[in-house]
């Protein structure tokens, strides 16, 4: 495969800078950057910043002795003709501007490939294990969950579309404390159900799906030591067709109690011993978590004899790698922070890399409805679900609102917002401009031969403009991969959205100048390519007309 102009450019600036007996001064890799404003060039890099100070000279006259040196080098097979100019800026930036020439072919390998064109071997086939919602089954998914449902589907896609093997996976707890409260609460509404004056514990589930499930379960004649069970199940159902409605589909549903079912705890605990990461304490086992990076132990069996959360944890993560899986990703929500430590050292102890597993902590969404604040209580069942944003603003605004964010800050999500049908709504704004072309496209007089095309015509700023947001697809789903969160999609499918919109509001396309007409249907061709293939990734559909 033809190596990637990024890459190209970073072999030559790491060539110069070993020439000048520079590069051990870089203590990271070096990488290139595309400036958020397109004055200071296509791609730029900040390597004389980072040596500035190592060889006491000012940042800009590095970077003047690297251009001179990488001047040198660009005009390597593959980069012919690629870079108009390499200029140093601003506190010292290398800023590359890649020639109009060079658009103009990719624009031409879009046209030909399609979507293709966009995907990469990155991943090399590597087995990515996701585990994202993994919500207790004890009440419909809350908008926390969906907000977790999103990032952890639109993510799988990037990555697979990157090359990677992904496994889409929700970890089932159908066991503990939390089922039996459930089982208890739906026992007590049972009685209520009979005629029976209940006092309701503050700590049990007091939602109305709670007589739903009392209903269903007296019908069945359910015993009462099988009510958690039975409405463990039930809810169970309710949260895959709300998923299944979400566009989200798992590959594996992994059941908690499986583990303690197998002895798969017993086992790791085991493992565990004979390494000597294990010790009891005052009744209870604990693991030596400081040994690798925690601030303090960790109980893993209780005075009692109950399991801690950790328990199965460990157990868990150990099974995700022996099926084989080598890099963990885990979506989590906000109150598990202080879990991190604990679960990577649980990991090192199992002699897998820490560094494999990688936790996203995804922060809460606030959902607005008429400007108020929608509350929520889970146990209550006083909180706006999944199903009703998908009832109230469908599965597009839905599914693309929830990771307009990223996952590291909190999300308003503005309900009346999401279902206007105006520029206003982001999700609208994207879907309109794949709307608008394909309408333009379909009025065109006459079929366009793509390869045919002179699309050295396009010289006008916006069309320059629109050509390069096309192409930046690829550097955002790189991005997204660099920090494992989908974000940077929505924000590339607004700009690229309004470069077409800028573009198509000031130049004819339709003209009567054939060449340029084809020339310009070939560009927002190409923009139509990149558009709906941000959306396919987001889940969200690609209309025709609007």
């Not at 001179?68 to 010292?92: H, S």
């Not at 590597?126 to 990032?151: D, I, K, W």
């Not at 059941?255 to 085991?270: H, N, P, W």
């Not at 885990?330 to 109150?335: I, S």
Request: one cysteine or more; charged letters at 30%.
């Amino acid at each position: 495969m033809k190596k990637d102009i990024y890459l190209l450019l970073a072999d030559s600036l790491k060539d110069s800078l070993k020439e000048l007996g520079l590069f051990a001064g870089i203590k990271e890799e070096l990488y290139l950057d595309v400036p958020s404003d397109m004055r200071y060039g296509d791609l730029s890099s900040n390597a004389a910043m980072k040596l500035a100070s190592v060889l006491k000279k000012s940042p800009r006259q590095v970077a003047a002795e690297i251009v001179e040196k990488l001047k040198t080098k660009l005009d390597k097979p593959g980069l012919e003709g690629c870079i108009k100019e390499v200029k140093v800026e601003g506190a010292g930036f290398i800023n590359f501007f890649l020639s109009n020439d060079y658009f103009y072919a990719q624009l031409k390998q879009i046209l030909e490939k399609g979507a293709d064109y966009f995907k990469s071997d990155i991943g090399k086939g590597l087995p990515v294990l996701l585990e994202f919602v993994s919500a207790n089954p004890t009440g419909s998914l809350s908008v926390a969950h969906a907000r977790q449902a999103a990032v952890g589907d639109i993510l799988a896609n990037v990555l697979t579309c990157l090359g990677y093997k992904v496994t889409r996976e929700y970890y089932l707890n159908d066991e503990g404390n939390q089922i039996n409260i459930l089982g208890k609460s739906v026992g007590l509404r049972i009685k209520e159900l009979a005629g029976e004056k209940i006092e309701f514990p503050e700590d049990h589930y007091q939602g109305e799906y709670i007589y739903d499930i009392a209903k269903a379960a007296k019908e069945r004649n359910i015993k009462a030591d099988e009510l958690g069970e039975f409405a463990a199940g039930y809810i169970l159902d309710i949260i895959k067709k709300e998923l299944t409605a979400f566009g989200v589909d798992f590959d594996v549903w992994y059941s908690q109690k499986s583990l303690r079912e197998k002895g798969r705890i017993e086992k790791v605990f085991a493992r565990l011993e004979k390494k000597g990461f294990l010790y009891k304490s005052d009744g209870a086992l604990w693991f030596k978590s400081t040994e690798f990076g925690d601030d303090k132990d960790r109980v893993v069996i209780k005075s009692d004899g109950s399991h801690t959360y950790l328990a199965p944890d460990i157990a868990y993560h150990e099974d995700k790698y022996k099926r084989g899986f080598k890099m963990l990703i885990n979506l989590w929500g906000p109150d598990h922070h202080g879990y991190i430590n604990r679960l990577k050292a649980s990991v090192a102890a199992l002699g897998e890399d820490p560094q494999s597993l990688h936790i996203l902590i995804v922060q809460l969404a606030t959902i607005f409805r008429a400007g108020k604040v929608v509350h929520m209580s889970t146990r209550r069942g006083q909180y706006i679900t999944l199903q009703e944003v998908l009832d109230e603003v469908g599965r597009d605004a839905a599914r693309y609102f929830f990771i307009m964010r990223k996952v590291s800050s909190h999300l308003d999500f503005d309900l009346e917002v999401a279902k206007k049908q105006t520029p206003e709504n982001p999700v609208f704004y994207v879907q309109y401009a794949h709307a608008r072309i394909s309408n333009i496209l379909k009025n065109a007089p006459v079929h366009i031969k793509y390869s045919d095309v002179d699309l050295s015509l396009l010289k006008e700023k916006e069309e320059i403009c629109l050509a390069k947001k096309i192409y930046q697809f690829r550097d955002t789903l790189n991005a997204c991969l660099k920090t494992l969160d989908p974000y940077a999609l929505t924000c590339y499918l607004a700009e690229l959205s309004e470069a077409f919109h800028k573009f198509y509001d000031l130049h004819r396309v339709l003209g009567t100048d054939n060449a340029l007409t084809a020339a310009r249907l070939a560009l927002i061709r190409a923009a139509q390519i990149a558009i709906a293939a941000g959306l396919d990734l987001a889940g969200v559909t690609r209309p025709e007309k609007m």
